[in-house]
């Protein structure tokens, strides 16, 4: 998309001019109440809405069973849609943050069970995950930063921190059930993206992004049993993740 831009670089004598010429427009943009955010007229809020494309990764897992002691839970990574919603602030023409809360169902479900005391391997099909992520987002577009214009078109960097919401359903591994869990946990990710204005109000975003979302998490009781683990099933949940969506600028 980027090979439709036009790519160019101002001269210090240029900027000065130009700056002269932006003063006018901002004036002209607040009586409007219109603001071109990627030009850096008007600090503005917007809002966005995507959806898209969530790979997990088949990290394993692991439980300490008091009798076996270390076991391990080979993962099946599951593919499967991302949406996400949110409220941000361009505060100038490469710099911007937003809020985002973000849903996928069916993140990873176990595969092989490996018993380390009697090397038993089952195949099983429990711990089916669901990820609720609330992110504080940051994103640079590093060719403003350059002082090099893209035109409509503009390129970023992101990266985030946040709230991440595990909720696993009951595990089923080696004919023994147990109770399900709902785990709270450090989130980040790290991507880049490209937007596309429209107009002055709608952009299009595609971006790309490596999503880490702690650990989903079983409880330690074995349904219908005294037995109780030393600790539950867990695995850490990541995901590559591709999402396309919209933003409307304020």
């Given at each position: 998309?980027?090979?439709y831009?036009?790519?160019?670089?101002?001269s210090?004598?240029s900027?000065?001019?130009?700056?002269a010429?932006?003063?006018?427009?901002i004036?002209?943009?607040?009586?409007?109440?219109t603001a071109?955010?990627d030009?850096?007229?008007?600090?503005s809020f917007?809002?966005?809405?995507?959806a898209g494309?969530s790979?997990?990764?088949d990290n394993?897992g692991d439980?300490?069973?008091?009798?076996?002691?270390?076991?391990i839970?080979?993962?099946a990574?599951?593919?499967?849609?991302?949406?996400?919603?949110?409220?941000g602030?361009?505060?100038n023409?490469?710099?911007r943050?937003?809020?985002?809360?973000?849903?996928?169902d069916d993140?990873m479900h176990?595969g092989?069970?490996?018993?380390?005391?009697?090397?038993?391997?089952?195949?099983?099909?429990?711990?089916s995950t669901s990820?609720l992520?609330?992110?504080?987002n940051a994103?640079?577009?590093p060719m403003?930063?350059?002082?090099i214009h893209?035109?409509?078109?503009s390129?970023?960097?992101q990266?985030?921190?946040?709230w991440?919401?595990?909720?696993?359903?009951?595990?089923?591994i080696d004919?023994?059930?147990l109770?399900g869990?709902?785990?709270?946990?450090f989130?980040?990710?790290?991507?880049?993206?490209?937007?596309y204005?429209?107009n002055?109000?709608?952009?299009?975003?595609?971006?790309?992004?490596?999503l880490?979302m702690?650990?989903?998490?079983?409880s330690k009781?074995?349904?219908g049993?005294?037995?109780?683990?030393?600790?539950g099933?867990?695995?850490?949940?990541?995901a590559?993740?591709?999402?396309?969506?919209?933003?409307y600028?304020?």
């Amino acid at each position: 998309m980027g090979h439709y831009s036009l790519i160019y670089r101002i001269s210090y004598g240029s900027l000065y001019r130009l700056l002269a010429v932006l003063s006018v427009v901002i004036s002209t943009s607040f009586l409007s109440s219109t603001a071109y955010a990627d030009d850096g007229w008007l600090q503005s809020f917007y809002l966005r809405a995507d959806a898209g494309y969530s790979s997990t990764i088949d990290n394993d897992g692991d439980l300490i069973d008091t009798a076996n002691g270390r076991d391990i839970l080979e993962m099946a990574s599951e593919n499967g849609a991302r949406y996400q919603v949110g409220i941000g602030f361009q505060h100038n023409e490469y710099l911007r943050y937003d809020l985002t809360v973000s849903y996928r169902d069916d993140l990873m479900h176990l595969g092989t069970y490996r018993d380390n005391l009697n090397g038993v391997t089952a195949t099983n099909g429990g711990l089916s995950t669901s990820n609720l992520t609330t992110m504080l987002n940051a994103y640079i577009n590093p060719m403003e930063l350059a002082e090099i214009h893209t035109g409509r078109f503009s390129p970023y960097l992101q990266a985030g921190v946040g709230w991440a919401r595990n909720e696993t359903g009951n595990v089923v591994i080696d004919g023994n059930t147990l109770n399900g869990a709902t785990n709270n946990d450090f989130a980040w990710q790290v991507g880049a993206g490209l937007g596309y204005a429209i107009n002055d109000n709608w952009k299009i975003d595609l971006s790309y992004r490596f999503l880490d979302m702690g650990q989903a998490k079983s409880s330690k009781d074995v349904v219908g049993s005294p037995q109780k683990l030393t600790r539950g099933a867990s695995v850490d949940l990541q995901a590559h993740e591709v999402l396309i969506g919209l933003r409307y600028q304020f």
